[in-house]
């Protein structure tokens, strides 16, 4: 098991540690060839759904880049799939449900599914094991925020402005909630499970929540989104988004102990709107990983110095790992933050 005060859970309490922590998001996954060649053949879903396999995925970045943190590999619909939902993840287009949300009795028959104990130990399984390899350093489990989940569930796959969603939210406010209510459970018992057997933190990503205006966020997704982070017990919460800079304070109201930075607002700004006691994730553009490395590394020290304004900071992207990236860019990165005074 990681030790208490391993550098990443650290400046998830607040505390800044000797060393800066790094992680990427999305650093198990495509870029990486051994991950390629772990599921050659696999389909995403059986990948994540298979004990051994998910934990070698799992662990793959840690041994190559010597990163703070591991995070879970799975994916924000597997709570769904376990629950019975019918979905599939189509490569090249993403999640698809056999049956969207469009009226009433299409969310009855959703909101019937439940996500049982029982269903879950084939995540614990696998986080058991992701966790005994990993040693001293942490798991981080996640999940799908609310918001994000029921975009995929109304639209039945993956959408650009998440119109049919925010119309449900307007149109029928009452359904709205039932839903994100079912979508924040079966949420925080994914998070919930993965503590049980070793996470030793938890980040929960809102992909799509920067289409919302902050006064649609505060009515209609907080809620859902707090009821989510409230299933966790005893370990640092993350909360993240994408085009979330507007919706940072109200981000922060939902409960989570960091809040992740998209690379869209410098972190010392981040840090005032969230007024400057919340520890921050973030937030190297992922644009510059294919850039010459002085332009990376400039950016990098702008990072860090902006970081600087909040009581701790673990330095990651703003959004994840691109498909294209050298691997050897983001090992360069970590030991660049590791040599830092």
Not at 59 to 80: E, K, M, N, T, W
Request: net charge negative.
């Amino acid at each position: 098991m990681p030790a208490p005060s391993a550098p990443l859970l650290d400046a998830y309490r607040g505390t800044r540690p000797a060393r800066l922590p790094v992680w990427f998001m999305r650093q198990a996954g495509r870029s990486l060839p051994e991950y390629r060649a772990s599921r050659a053949g696999t389909a995403m879903l059986d990948a994540c759904l298979t004990p051994e396999l998910a934990a070698e995925i799992t662990v793959q970045p840690v041994r190559r880049h010597g990163v703070d943190a591991a995070i879970f590999f799975s994916d924000i619909v597997v709570p769904l799939k376990l629950a019975g939902v019918d979905v599939e993840i189509v490569p090249g287009r993403g999640p698809v449900f056999a049956r969207p949300v469009r009226d009433a009795a299409d969310l009855d028959a959703l909101t019937a599914h439940e996500l049982a104990p029982e269903a879950l130990e084939v995540i614990e399984d696998a986080v058991r094991r992701t966790v005994a390899q990993l040693g001293d350093v942490p798991l981080i489990g996640f999940a799908g925020a609310p918001f994000t989940l029921a975009s995929y569930v109304v639209e039945g796959g993956p959408s650009k402005d998440q119109l049919r969603a925010r119309t449900l939210m307007h149109a029928d406010p009452r359904s709205w909630q039932r839903l994100t209510e079912w979508l924040a459970d079966v949420s925080g018992a994914f998070l919930a499970a993965q503590v049980r057997a070793g996470a030793q933190a938890v980040q929960l990503f809102d992909s799509w929540a920067g289409a919302l205006s902050e006064r649609d966020y505060r009515v209609a997704v907080l809620p859902a989104s707090a009821r989510a982070l409230a299933g966790v017990e005893g370990v640092p919460t993350v909360h993240f988004g994408t085009g979330t800079a507007h919706l940072l304070p109200a981000m922060r109201d939902a409960g989570a102990d960091v809040l992740g930075v998209d690379h869209r607002i410098p972190l010392d700004a981040a840090s005032a709107l969230l007024g400057g006691d919340v520890p921050v994730q973030g937030n190297i553009d992922p644009a510059l990983l294919e850039a010459p490395w002085p332009v990376l590394e400039a950016h990098l020290a702008d990072v860090v110095a902006a970081g600087r304004a909040a009581p701790a900071h673990v330095l990651n992207l703003g959004h994840g790992v691109p498909p294209t990236t050298d691997p050897g860019v983001l090992t360069r990165i970590v030991e660049w933050a590791h040599e830092l005074p």
